[in-house]
């Protein structure tokens, strides 16, 4: 019995090692494929480059190219050669064409001189079946920049099965694409609500302040919803970002300002002009001018506020205070972060070489962090006001309940006298009656005698 019992065990052993050699075999077959080295070819030629030319050199994916077209050719091995094999770019702002071991993939719009484009979605897309082959296989991109972009980026491009690809690329749909909607729709509904609160209640600053905030940061947010415009449209719509990230910037600092009681004419005056200096940078030098210098111009403003809001948070020693420094300070931080990232900055990439890869924009949730905290401010404001009324409306008729019960008993007491007041009359008039009766009696008596 013993001896059949151990072969019992040994054939359960393995068939689990069976099983688990045989579901090691299957996750290795579906691992993802992440490049790490590429070559470029700085050339606007339309077609493909030869393997052989000089001019291509090798850097690696995320490399900043200044310039306006460049061909990028990327070796890969990969075990993951079926049908539902995909290539995932976290960004491809400018279009442009990839094919993989000379089979064409894809095709994304570029710009024209009908179509200006700056994609900002992500990309993910099935590799043709029976192209890929388990070694040594090329993937080609051409990748002209964005519309108003002096530079080319190829992103960390990853090659897989659908089903490990699919949630990396909803994951990155949902921030870039769809929390911006979410922003555009909310804020503009909440902002008008609350300016029209304010409408009626011109005294009440803070709730005008934050309204305009709202609808400055959700038309600031159309950056991440429209990808294709044309020249035109493209025009007044850039325009029309500046002026309304500018303009947020400019009404925060006074909901901070008002908020902290530290509010100077000439801080107003001056936060105002410089946002209508934005309109002249885009004149002057336009899109890339203004977004490296007069947006940059705002970075001391931020800092400044940031130093007040804490200040007033030491000072008063408040949750609402504190609330709105931490979530101004995370604020100033993350628009330095973009700052950096949109202007490709080599100091970040050699900081955190993996993160500035993935090229995401942090400003937008924290600024969206902040008008929460405005929101909810203002809200436990106007909650604070009615329970004071509420409170105020108790008092008050309790007070005019007790002026009720005094004035009914003054009432009762002025009845009592006059009830009072008419039995001593009627025993005045009695007495008044016999002793004029009496009286006369004694004078007929008198006489009579």
């Not at 309790?398 to 019960?405: D, G, K």
């Given at each position: 019995m013993r001896p059949a019992r151990w072969a019992c065990c040994r054939r359960i052993v393995g068939a689990l090692a069976l099983l688990a050699a045989t579901g090691w075999a299957l996750v290795a077959h579906a691992v993802v494929v992440a490049p790490t080295r590429a070559d470029i070819l700085v050339s606007d030629q339309q077609a493909p480059p030869e393997e052989d030319d000089p001019r291509w050199r090798a850097v690696t994916?995320?490399?900043?190219?200044?310039?306006?077209?460049?061909?990028?050719?990327?070796?890969?091995?990969?075990?993951?050669?079926?049908?539902?094999?995909?290539?995932?770019l976290p960004f491809l702002y400018g279009g442009g064409r990839i094919s993989v071991n000379g089979v064409p993939v894809a095709e994304v719009t570029e710009s024209s001189d009908a179509l200006y484009v700056r994609w900002e979605r992500p990309v993910l897309l099935p590799l043709p079946q029976g192209a890929l082959r388990p070694r040594d296989n090329l993937l080609l991109i051409r990748a002209p920049a964005a519309h108003n972009s002096p530079t080319?980026?190829?992103?960390?491009?990853?090659?897989?099965?659908?089903?490990?690809?699919?949630?990396?690329?909803?994951?990155?749909?949902?921030?870039?694409?769809?929390?911006?909607?979410v922003t555009l729709v909310t804020g503009v509904v909440v902002g008008l609500l609350v300016l029209l609160i304010w409408a009626r209640r011109r005294q009440e600053v803070l709730y005008g302040l934050f309204g305009l905030a709202s609808i400055f940061w959700a038309l600031r947010t159309t950056t991440f919803v429209f990808d294709a415009l044309p020249p035109a449209a493209w025009t007044l719509w850039r325009l029309q970002y500046f002026v309304s990230t500018g303009g947020f910037i400019v009404v925060m600092a006074l909901f901070t300002l008002a908020l902290a009681r530290w509010s100077q004419p000439w801080v107003t005056r001056g936060l105002v002009g410089y946002w209508a200096l934005g309109p002249v940078f885009y004149a002057v030098g336009g899109h890339m001018f203004t977004a490296r210098w007069w947006v940059a111009g705002f970075i001391p403003v931020g800092l400044g506020l940031a130093l007040v809001a804490l200040a007033a948070?030491?000072?008063?020693?408040?949750?609402?205070?504190?609330?709105?420094?931490?979530?101004?300070?995370?604020?100033?931080?993350?628009?330095?972060?973009?700052?950096?990232?949109?202007?490709?900055?080599?100091?970040?990439?050699?900081?955190?070489?993996?993160?500035?890869?993935?090229?995401?924009?942090?400003?937008h949730h924290a600024a969206n962090l902040l008008l929460v905290v405005m929101g909810v401010l203002?809200?436990?404001?106007?909650?604070?006001?009615?329970?004071?009324?509420?409170?105020?409306?108790?008092?008050?008729?309790?007070?005019?309940?007790?002026?009720?019960?005094?004035?009914?008993?003054?009432?009762?007491?002025?009845?009592?006298?006059?009830?009072?007041?008419?039995?001593?009359?009627e025993r005045q008039r009695m007495v008044q009656d016999l002793h004029e009766g009496l009286g006369s009696q004694l004078s007929c008596s008198l006489r009579r005698a």
């Open positions: 994916p995320t490399h900043v190219e200044r310039t306006a077209v460049a061909w990028y050719r990327v070796r890969f091995d990969t075990e993951a050669t079926g049908p539902s094999t995909m290539l995932y080319v980026i190829l992103s960390r491009l990853q090659i897989g099965p659908q089903a490990d690809l699919q949630p990396v690329f909803d994951r990155r749909l949902f921030v870039v694409r769809t929390l911006p909607v948070a030491w000072r008063r020693r408040s949750a609402a205070t504190l609330a709105i420094a931490v979530a101004l300070a995370l604020g100033v931080a993350a628009g330095l972060h973009d700052y950096l990232v949109a202007s490709s900055s080599p100091w970040l990439r050699a900081l955190l070489p993996d993160w500035t890869a993935q090229r995401y924009f942090l400003l203002l809200a436990t404001r106007f909650v604070r006001t009615l329970d004071q009324v509420e409170a105020a409306n108790r008092t008050l008729e309790a007070r005019v309940q007790q002026r009720e019960r005094e004035i009914a008993a003054s009432y009762e007491r002025i009845a009592q006298m006059q009830r009072e007041q008419a039995v001593q009359g």
